[in-house]
């Protein structure tokens, strides 16, 4: 388990991503950089950046990669040393669909606009302080919902 300064480090990849995969690769940058590999990826770009997750350099052996973007394919050639590192390193590939249903969604931002549906946040805070909002959800003192933001602007 990471303390919180390597997390907090780890963290500060995204800030810098979209600079970074403009220049090198994800991997390159973890070399670069002298980070240690992560527990967790979390992909929203697929593709290359994808593939490059996989990498011993980015992701410890017996770690997690969740994509949201796409699957790992499981017949193209160019994706079989992706597909041998899973089963060689123990690790963990997940694709998470995400795709939001216009229909639903309208739905409830008319329950939202009408003061029928309303959460309560006790607390919103940045993603690099993921582990502290997950220890206050798990403490159960949290009387109301715990916001991570994912955005890097300022609010």
């Known amino acids: 388990m990471k303390t919180a300064v390597e997390t907090d480090l780890h963290a ?32 929203c770009i697929g593709g290359q950046t994808l593939r490059q997750a996989y990498d011993p350099a ?9 994509s949201v973007a796409q699957p790992v394919p499981e ?26 249903v216009g229909e639903q969604l309208e739905k409830i931002s008319l329950l939202v606009e009408k003061g029928e549906l309303k959460a309560f946040v006790e ?6 302080q993921g582990r502290e909002a997950m220890e206050l959800v798990e403490s159960r003192r949290s009387r109301g919902k715990v916001v991570l933001r994912v955005n890097c602007y300022d609010r």
């Open 12 to 43: 500060l990849l995204f800030e810098y991503y979209e600079q970074l995969r403009h220049s090198e690769g994800l991997a390159e940058a973890f070399r670069k950089r002298a980070w240690e590999p992560v527990d967790l990826v979390l992909d």
């Open 58 to 66: 980015v992701v410890r052996d017996g770690g997690i990669i969740i």
């Open 75 to 100: 017949q193209e050639p160019e994706w079989a040393g992706v597909r041998d590192a899973i089963a060689q390193r123990g690790l963990r590939s997940r694709f998470f669909i995400v795709r939001p």
């Open 123 to 128: 607390k919103e805070m940045e993603l690099y």
